[in-house]
């Protein structure tokens, strides 16, 4: 149960205000500070998500929270988005990281700022605050990243080692929706439509530009040695970016950062959302800023480098309120109570050819705490994969494991393209089985990330791969299960040739991070936030479509999944505008083979304002197929005033296949 602070230490305003770039383009800023004449520290959240709108109801519960603790808390629209001016583009690239490390110069020069500033952000913004720190400004002396990506080709959009991920697609659909969303004229004043389409005319879609970088090029980030500040890295176990939080605990200085690793999916984690119980996050960040920021505050450099949570052995379901589990401990990353433990597979060589549907169970790429989030049952998955199973004995304790599994696998490949998909599962004596973790190998991409060196068919070659992070216990009389496929849609696509492979187990290892038990004491106090700000979801008599179906044509041999990612309904904010938005992403493939895989999203919103007589919509629908040499983007987006029509434009692109 999420407690309402009411009372603090400060009486807080709040402001909205114009920063300039260096270029002389403003970004739209929201100050939150503390009534004193005496300068405080400036954390800052950087993020395009509209402040005003998008994620005002989230950035209500922190940032006066943050104030009133005696924090001026800085939220920020990225450039071409929400009410700042400018052109949108990737957000991520040097122009968007260029405008963080200017904003926190000026954040630093401010009056009321004390010179200290600290960056903080989930996913987007997250990101945003280590590619931020990368750059070493001065002022900024500590970071909160929570859900951030360090590596795109690691396991994050838009890669994993080697292969692309069909998530891509909604991922860029969404960003490119939320880049022709005009300036709300309430705040940006007359001027929002020339603005409006100014941005319209300059904007342009992410995906080709993802696809253009198969390999890991001059597109990944930037170098841990960079840092300077203070790093607090946040993840969930069931948030694809959580690898990173392992490798900055790895690769920091053991003086400038901390680790938690918990059981969320992708948001802060005092938000009670499932599948993993809130904590006090805001209060874990407060002494964080007190220590860095004020040279204040007690604990934080007696805590734990690192925090993680081991879940307990659970039957699977898409969504959970609560999992078992217990929180743990460890001294520094590697740590010295895991140790790596190698189980051989043996047996004769299988051939393993998964059918094109194969991965139709996988869950969510970006699990955000709805009801379809999670894998189902994976026994449906197992039946198509090669499957190697290690019972824990009954009368023995759990096998416990913390960090990142892998696979050593000897395989002769049938074709010059192909993928090997790995996935770890708790098999329950009645034989339920859960995903843990998974992970993927492009065969091109087996000399490297940073090349495509096609598989030699016929010869008996030796890969080697990583799954994700995992944070697990195996309970007694459970069985330990790899499960090898040779095709994972709609998670990744597929390769060509699909032809699959010829797996010699006698060759071919499991290695898991087991865990030595230890007594363990981590103790959160109950979450906490300001006040909400008072948006309302009007109800509706419409019955919501299923949230994730699966559809199978038996006649045209066809698979199609549908998902409704729950960003649809209507909201209304305190200020008087209402939101309307939908979404649906379907992806489909044939029985027929890999090179009928296609994906497609529609999107639309609707912005209204009826005291202003202000209504605006944007539709799109983009769509990706892909035969053996490109990819094939077409992303269509119409934007009307009024009913009218004032912008509609198609991007058709074909990127060459050089190794996803």
């Known amino acids: 149960m999420t407690r309402i602070r009411t009372d603090f230490p400060y009486a807080t305003r709040h402001e909205d205000l114009r920063v300039p770039m ?37 950035d209500a519960q922190r940032h006066p929270w943050y104030a009133g603790h005696g924090y001026a808390s800085v939220r920020v629209d990225v450039r071409g988005h929400g009410n700042s001016g400018g052109l949108p583009g990737d957000a991520h690239g040097a122009t968007g990281t260029d405008d963080g490390v200017a904003l926190v110069h000026w954040l630093a020069e401010q009056p009321w700022c004390s010179g200290e500033v600290g960056v903080f952000g989930v996913s987007w913004g997250g990101t945003a605050a280590l590619r931020i720190a990368a750059r070493a400004p001065g002022p900024l002396k500590a970071v909160v990243a929570v859900n951030a990506a360090d590596d795109p080709y690691g396991g994050a959009l838009p890669h994993l080692d080697g292969s692309v991920l069909a998530g891509a697609l909604p991922r860029a659909a969404a960003l490119l929706s939320l880049a022709c969303r005009p300036p709300d004229p309430r705040y940006a004043g007359e001027e929002w439509r020339e603005r409006w389409l100014e941005r319209l005319e300059g904007v342009e879609p992410l995906l080709p530009r993802w696809l253009a970088h198969p390999a890991h090029d001059e597109q990944r980030h930037g170098e841990y040695g960079a840092i300077r500040a203070a790093v607090l890295a946040v993840g969930g176990l069931h948030d694809p970016y959580r690898d990173t939080v392992l490798r900055l605990a790895e690769h920091l200085p053991p003086d400038r950062v901390r680790a938690v690793l918990g059981p969320w999916s992708v948001h802060y984690p005092d938000r009670t959302l499932p599948p993993g119980s809130a904590v006090g996050f805001l209060q874990e960040t407060l002494r964080w800023w007190d220590h860095h920021l004020k040279g204040a505050g007690d604990g934080v450099p007696d805590e734990p480098p690192l925090r993680a949570w081991i879940g307990g052995s659970h039957p699977p379901a898409p969504v959970y309120r609560e999992l078992p589990g217990r929180w743990v401990t460890e001294p520094s990353w590697p740590s010295p109570h895991v140790t790596p433990v190698t189980y051989g597979l043996g047996g004769g060589p299988v051939a393993v050819a998964s059918p094109p549907w194969t ?27 090669a499957c190697f199973d290690f019972t824990v004995p009954e009368d023995g304790e759990p096998v416990e494991i913390l960090g990142r599994p892998s696979v050593s696998l000897t395989l002769r490949a049938d074709a010059p393209t192909g993928q090997a998909v790995a996935r770890l599962c708790d098999v329950a004596p ?60 709609p998670w990744l696509w597929p390769q060509p040739d699909g032809a699959g492979f010829a797996l010699d187990p006698a060759g071919s290892s499991l290695t898991l991070p087991v865990r030595a038990p230890t007594r363990d004491t981590v103790e959160w106090e109950e979450p906490e936030q300001a006040g909400p700000t008072g948006v309302t979801v009007p109800g509706t008599l419409e019955e919501p479509r299923p949230e994730r179906t699966v559809v199978r044509d038996v006649v045209k041999g066809e698979w199609r999944l549908e998902d409704d990612p729950r960003d649809g309904g209507t909201r209304v904010h305190p200020d008087g505008l209402e939101i309307t938005e939908d979404a649906l992403d379907t992806y489909t493939i044939e029985e027929s083979g890999p090179l009928s895989a296609r994906a497609r999203s529609d999107r639309s919103v609707r912005l209204h304002r009826p005291d202003l007589g202000w209504n605006v919509t944007v539709e799109l629908r983009a769509e990706t197929t892909c035969d053996a040499d490109a ?30």
Do not use: K, M
């Not at 929201?30 to 005003?52: F, G, I, K, Q, S």
């Not at 983007?633 to 074909?654: K, M, P, Y």
């Open 22 to 58: 260096p270029d002389g383009t403003p970004l739209y800023a929201r100050v939150w500070r503390p009534v004193t004449d005496e300068p405080v520290p400036a954390l800052l959240e950087y993020d395009p998500c509209r402040l005003t709108d998008g994620t005002a109801a989230r």
């Open 359 to 385: 991965g139709v169970d996988a869950g969510r790429l970006l699990p955000s705490g709805s009801d379809g989030d999670l894998p189902p049952d994976q026994r449906g998955e197992d039946a198509l994969s």
């Open 430 to 489: 009645d034989g339920s089985s859960t995903l843990v973790t998974r992970g993927a190998l492009n065969l091109a991409a087996h000399i490297g990330r940073d090349r495509a060196v096609p598989a030699r068919p016929g010869a008996w070659e030796r890969v080697r791969f990583e799954l994700g992070t995992a944070g697990h216990a195996f309970a007694p009389g459970h069985r330990v299960r790899l499960a090898v496929s040779s095709t994972y849609w």
């Open 631 to 660: 990819f094939h983007t077409s992303q269509e987006v119409v934007c009307a005033e009024g009913g009218e029509i004032v912008f509609h434009r198609t991007w058709e692109r074909r990127i060459p296949r050089t190794a996803g």
